[in-house]
């Protein structure tokens, strides 16, 4: 098992049995993971995770089916905020922006890009973008209820705007998100 723990898993659901291995993936070799098909793990196993992110996208755009490419995209986006926003305009470049058009946090991804209006020196743009981007997700998600733009408030300036996305599709009910 490379650099894995020592710790197997079993998960069970009614008749279903699944059995798996931990691996440490920081400790795997990037140049590896780049060979592989799992080439987007490459970016949380590199001590410089920017520095690998055209090399990520060309494997991504070398895998046949657009159902494949965008499983990687939105792995290779959850290894960060800036690592997110590298990707998507790596992937622009190599216009494969439809790419992210079919992943729920490629579209957040694109949104906020759009919300910020590229300004992303501009502090003030960035807790505006991202404010909207955020209440947008909370209307899609719970609908237009009070108390929206409380929790907009709380969460605009809290975290990496991935971990909050997926923070917000994770609660139960728009009360979760407070505090």
């Not at 279903?16 to 592989?36: C, I, N, Q």
């Amino acid at each position: 098992m490379p650099a894995g723990g020592p710790y197997t898993g079993r998960f069970v659901y009614g008749r279903l049995t699944l059995g798996y291995d931990t691996v440490d993936v920081p400790r795997l070799d990037p140049e590896s993971l780049l060979a592989g098909p799992l080439a987007p793990l490459a970016l949380w196993s590199s001590p410089e995770p920017d520095a690998l992110v055209e090399t990520v996208v060309e494997r991504i755009a070398a895998i046949d089916g657009i159902d494949r490419q965008r499983v990687l995209v939105e792995l290779a986006i959850l290894r960060g905020d800036r690592v997110a926003v590298l990707i998507r305009d790596a992937l622009e470049r190599k216009k494969m922006g439809n790419v992210l058009e079919g992943t729920e946090l490629g579209n957040a991804l694109i949104a906020r890009g759009e919300a910020l209006g590229e300004a992303r020196g501009e502090a003030r743009g960035r807790v505006s973008g991202r404010a909207e981007l955020l209440r947008a997700v909370l209307v899609d998600r719970f609908g237009e209820v009070d108390g929206v733009d409380e929790v907009v408030a709380s969460l605009a300036g809290s975290g990496d705007a991935v971990a909050v996305v997926k923070r917000i599709h994770a609660a139960a009910a728009l009360h979760d998100l407070m505090g």
